[in-house]
């Protein structure tokens, strides 16, 4: 029997497919032709069938999806660690408000976005859903490193050093949506800061442009007990109920962080259909709360999960967010068999891309579906034994185990090295804004 050309056939000891769910295969292969996986079948069948351009052969490692950082503010890494412990309110108006007003600019986002997506690249992690200013910076730098990216239009009701008002953020991020229209890897969003920061007016706007686009729209919410008390005074709702009269609730809106939600609130975004990205390090960092997950998903939400900006965790790290989340779920349900490692890991990759609205090409090794692929070495004398892939990676492995990635079938990640951008290079950036920031 004839065998059939594949570009590249990648070989491992388990892989972990996220779906079928609660599926791990042993001694499996991924067959992938033209960017798309081909088949997954035992590694003695595929050799038979398929005759690879490139074989790479994973006898040590479990082979996941590629992970979906569902919220994170890329350049924010240029500001990792300079405002620590502090709370929320005090962290934005004493330290990082002022520093952006200072230096913020199109060289800033693209060098701060290089260094996050290049870090986000390392881990794992193989698409990031962006909420900053500059998005024609961040897309450029996504671009240079094959990272695929949904990059936020970011909106807010008051001046930055990027824009003047509210439609001046919506002209210029929809300049950028025109300019990058049809690139395979860079997708956009409409990107409201809050519901503290953006106006009624600025909702409605972003509510037409968000159907007219068909794109997603990714917000803060009910991240604080504080904005809640402010909504009530302001608007006399609560920031999901304002939402749903302005026609913003659907299964487009992706809300961040949802950490103070009452059984109101939770039906309001079930009967619409949200999704949510949870971020437990950066809401357990700045003493935001612990979001209630467990409910979120019995109400039959898409929860991803967000890493936030290096700024307010200081890690662009979905292994490490997998742990947390699962972590403070045991421990807010008092409940062992909270959020296990199956669930955790589809939140970071299926769940994430469902509420991207790319469920259908990223989130899972299916056939048909983009080859975005992490491998990760379970060889360490640390990391073993191992009786249970599935939980091993959630609770023994990390981001440093990572050792290949691919997106869409071309590597970027080989032996833990960037294939894209040197370290050199990075360093160099790294130490140029550390020492503006510090001036």
């Not at 994170?72 to 990082?96: S, V």
């Amino acid at each position: 029997m004839a065998q059939t050309p594949i570009d590249l056939l990648i070989e491992a000891r388990y892989i972990v497919p996220v779906e079928p769910f609660d599926t791990t295969l042993e001694h499996h292969s991924i067959a992938i032709r033209g960017g798309r996986i081909e088949a997954i079948l035992p590694s003695d069948e595929a050799r038979r069938l398929y005759l690879a351009r490139e074989i790479v052969n994973l006898p040590a490692h479990i082979v996941t999806p590629g992970l979906v950082n569902l919220h994170t503010h890329a350049a924010m890494t240029l500001m990792r660690g300079l405002a620590d412990d502090l709370p929320l309110m005090r962290w934005l108006h004493e330290a990082i408000w002022p520093a952006e007003a200072r230096h913020v600019s199109h060289a800033f986002v693209r060098d701060g976005s290089l260094l996050a997506g290049s870090e986000m690249l390392r881990g794992g992690i193989t698409t990031c859903n962006d909420m900053y200013f500059f998005p024609q910076a961040s897309a450029e730098a996504f671009d240079r490193l094959g990272l695929r990216a949904v990059i936020g239009i970011t909106v807010i009701d008051f001046p930055s050093q990027y824009a003047s008002d509210a439609d001046d953020y919506l002209n210029k991020g929809l300049a950028s949506f025109e300019s990058w229209r049809g690139h395979p890897l860079i997708q956009f969003a409409l990107a409201p800061h809050a519901p503290y920061t953006v106006s009624n007016r600025s909702f409605e706007r972003i509510g037409i442009l968000a159907e007219e686009l068909e794109i997603p729209i990714h917000i803060h919410i009910h991240e604080t007990a504080d904005e809640i008390a402010h909504s009530l005074r302001d608007f006399g709702q609560r920031p999901i109920a304002r939402l749903e009269s302005l026609g913003l609730l659907g299964p487009n809106l992706i809300g961040v962080h949802a950490v103070h939600l009452d059984p109101q609130d939770i039906e309001r975004l079930g009967r619409h259909h949200c999704a949510i990205a949870h971020c437990p390090t950066s809401n357990m960092k700045l003493a935001s709360g612990t979001a209630p997950v467990s409910r979120l998903l019995e109400q039959g939400l898409s929860v991803g999960l967000g890493s936030d900006g290096a700024a307010s965790n200081n890690r662009l790290d979905l292994w490490r967010e997998m742990l947390h989340a699962t972590l403070l779920a045991k421990l807010s349900n008092g409940d062992a068999s909270s959020l296990p490692a199956h669930q955790a890991l589809r939140m970071a990759t299926l769940h994430g891309a469902r509420a991207l609205g790319l469920d259908h090409r990223i989130g899972s090794i299916l056939p048909g579906k983009a080859a975005d692929i992490c491998a990760l070495r379970i060889d360490d004398p640390d990391s073993l034994p191992l009786f249970d892939p599935a939980s091993h990676l959630l609770y023994v492995l990390g981001r440093h185990c990572v050792s290949d990635v691919w997106i869409d079938g071309q590597r970027k990640v080989k032996g833990g090295e960037l294939l894209q951008i040197s370290n050199t290079e990075l360093l160099s950036v790294a130490r140029l804004w550390q020492n503006k920031l510090r001036q």
